[in-house]
């Protein structure tokens, strides 16, 4: 075992009990990480679930325009050809104890119309209004689901390392301090007991 390893000395017994309350610590920290993030990632799975009904609503609305649009138009491909490939998306990310998160961005702005009105309808209108809040809802939706990827990864680490502290490296750091401490404590009883009968033998020479 570990604390056979280890010789009972005062010196040895002070750095075990250094290691020890460092492990302690260690463990109390990553619990505290842990909260924190499990917080952060319920308040995201929540939002997650609002985003993803607001998304599945947008769909049917932008949809169904979509299908108005086609049978009082006809065919409305070369209107969609118009509409331009979106760029204003943008990345970062952002710190959570220690934890990257990504955040995007996508650029707000009035709906640049790219095609007449002459011709279409007003179901394409609202079909085209209906698309661009699916989009900002995706961009929404997509920096969610990575966080909460992100999150479930390191909460599952975190809990490995506080499970390796709590169930490994605190109590062998444990069984070590107690080895020693026992081991100097009878070290201790021995010598006081050699003492003892040293100074017996003592006052018996001195007394014949």
Excluded: H
């Amino acid at each position: 075992m570990a604390e056979q390893q280890v010789f009972p000395t005062k010196g040895n017994l002070i750095s075990s009990k250094k290691a020890l309350q460092l492990a302690a610590l260690g463990y109390e920290l990553l619990d505290r990480k842990r909260s924190i993030l499990i917080r952060e990632l319920m308040s995201l799975v929540d939002k997650a679930g609002e985003l993803r009904g607001s998304i599945e609503e947008t769909y049917v609305e932008a949809y169904s325009a979509l299908q108005l649009a086609n049978i009082t138009m006809g065919v409305i491909t070369p209107y969609a050809a118009c509409i331009p490939v979106e760029k204003g998306l943008s990345l970062d990310s952002k710190s959570v104890m220690g934890v990257e998160l990504p955040t995007v961005t996508l650029e707000q702005k009035l709906p640049d119309v790219t095609y007449g009105f002459s011709q279409t309808s007003s179901q394409l209108d609202a079909a085209f209004l209906a698309f661009e809040k699916v989009k900002q809802i995706t961009a929404e939706l997509a920096e969610v689901e990575n966080s909460i990827y992100r999150l479930s990864v390191a909460i599952r680490k975190t809990q490995r390392r506080a499970n390796a502290l709590q169930n490994i490296i605190i109590p062998r750091n444990e069984r070590i301090v107690k080895f020693i401490t026992d081991s100097l404590e009878e070290k201790d009883r021995e010598e006081f007991s050699r003492m003892k009968v040293i100074k017996a033998q003592k006052l018996k020479k001195a007394s014949g």
